[in-house]
């Protein structure tokens, strides 16, 4: 599962999906995901996402919009809300760091 999600990140990916591939309820999906890596899944994919964007924009001269859109944001506000509500950061505070 773990492999599956850090392939697939930057795609929609549906708990239902997930669960049925673990063959479990979504609910019962959640709750072991949770236990196993000490997060929901939702909050697990954005974490990968974020570190994807994070290595873009340090490494990188890609415009906000192309790194939002690699990484599976919807737009560039989603990625720099996301980022600051869970780094403390916005994308361009983060890209101009070193």
Not at 5 to 26: C, D, H, T, W
Not at 51 to 74: C, T, W
């Amino acid at each position: 599962m773990q492999e599956h999600l850090q392939r697939n990140f930057s795609q929609k990916i549906l708990v239902a999906e997930l669960a049925a591939v673990a063959g479990i309820s979504p609910n019962h999906f959640i709750v072991r995901f949770a236990k196993t890596f000490a997060m929901p899944p939702h909050r697990y994919v954005i974490n990968l996402r974020l570190y994807f964007a994070e290595k873009l924009l340090v490494g990188g001269r890609l415009p906000l919009s192309e790194i939002a859109y690699l990484a599976g944001f919807s737009d560039q506000s989603h990625l720099a809300t996301t980022m600051k509500r869970y780094r403390g950061k916005t994308p361009t505070e983060l890209r101009f760091i070193r």
